[in-house]
């Protein structure tokens, strides 16, 4: 990654996006990809104009611990991070969370199907799951959805949990936030 937003801006974002653009004037160009919500560093791209060249910011929102995002702060990242950029559209370009056991299994559907909830909430027109297929991981750590091994392969509970809580919120609009009592 780049540390440092400003040279990103300047090496890569701006010369990328003029690059795109001069062969392919409707092409989307996403910026930033960053790890988690880091807003300092986003302030320091706002500044040096990145926002001139990218279509779409994006973001990595991973908790770092399997935590859902209103464990993390994640969602009050996520609220300011699209304050500072305005009208520029704010994907998640890379989500995911792990398994490793009966309980994370059922644990990994919950968290998947809450933080579809929360996109949907905080008006994030596009995500995509970190790894759909496969046992990417280590040491028993899978974050896949449809668990492939050698041998026995398997469809986890969060890929139904993933494809049942899209089916729910197609075509439906966020209304509001039910009062809960809970902060």
């Known amino acids: 990654g780049w540390p440092d937003a400003g040279q990103y801006v300047a090496h890569v974002l701006k010369p990328f996006y003029l690059g795109v653009k001069s062969v392919s004037p409707s092409a989307t160009v996403i910026g930033g990809s960053t790890l988690g919500i880091p807003m300092s560093w986003w302030t320091v791209l706002i ?50 969370w792990w398994s490793n056991g009966n309980f994370d299994f059922l644990q990994q559907a919950n ?50 949990a993933t494809m049942t809580t899209a089916n729910e919120l197609a075509g439906r609009q966020y209304l509001s936030m039910p009062s809960v009592g809970i902060p």
Not at 53 to 69: F, K, Q, R, S
Not at 112 to 129: E, F, G, H, S, T
């Open 47 to 96: 500044r040096a104009g990145g926002l001139s060249y990218l279509d779409v910011a994006a973001v990595h929102p991973y908790t770092g611990n399997n935590d859902p995002w209103e464990e993390y702060g994640t969602i009050s990242q996520v609220r300011s991070l699209k304050t500072a950029i305005g009208q520029t559209p704010l994907w998640m370009t890379e989500v995911g």
């Open 111 to 160: 968290i998947v199907a809450r933080d579809m909830l929360w996109q949907k909430a905080l008006d994030i027109p596009v995500w995509n799951y970190f790894y759909d297929e496969g046992n990417w991981g280590n040491d028993g750590v899978s974050f896949s959805l449809i668990q492939t091994a050698t041998g026995d392969d398997w469809v986890k509970p969060a890929a139904l």
